[in-house]
């Protein structure tokens, strides 16, 4: 799914947004440009920071053991970074299940909307 976070902050602070947990055992955690994923199997669970001149770092944030129900063991793909103090525009696609995980889908802001493309498909989404 896509998600879109516009914020106003009244002063700088850091942010953590997360994708969904993934096994660790034996999984193969894998940070580039602007997306973290993990991956076993043929599974894998990915997020991608998607906004122009974003700043967000990928992270594989491990848990503490059986914090999570599902995975005694697991890592969360994530995004971290600082937003400043203002207007700020924070677009991410977070992906989990079995998929080319290397496809990542675009996103265009223009004419009031936004215009996020995976694969051959288009959602447009109103701005306000």
């Known amino acids: 799914h896509v998600r879109i976070h516009e914020i106003d902050a009244a002063r700088p602070f ?7 947990a993934f096994p660790s055992d034996g999984a193969k955690g894998v940070r580039a440009g602007s997306s973290a994923k ?6 894998a669970s990915m997020i991608v920071a ?3 001149n974003g700043t967000r770092k990928p ?5 503490a053991p059986n914090t999570n129900l599902i995975f005694p063991n697991a890592t ?13 525009l924070l677009v991410t696609a977070v992906f989990a ?3 080319d995980a290397d496809q990542v889908p675009e996103c265009e802001i223009a004419d009031g909307e936004f215009r996020v493309r995976f694969a051959d498909r288009t959602v447009v989404v109103p701005r306000n």
């Open 14 to 20: 850091r942010v953590f947004e997360g994708g969904f």
């Open 38 to 43: 993990m991956e076993k199997d043929g599974e």
């Open 50 to 52: 998607l906004e122009k």
């Open 59 to 63: 992270v594989l944030q491990g848990t």
């Open 76 to 88: 969360i793909p994530g995004l971290a970074g600082e937003i400043p103090q203002g207007k700020s």
């Open 97 to 99: 299940g079995t998929h």
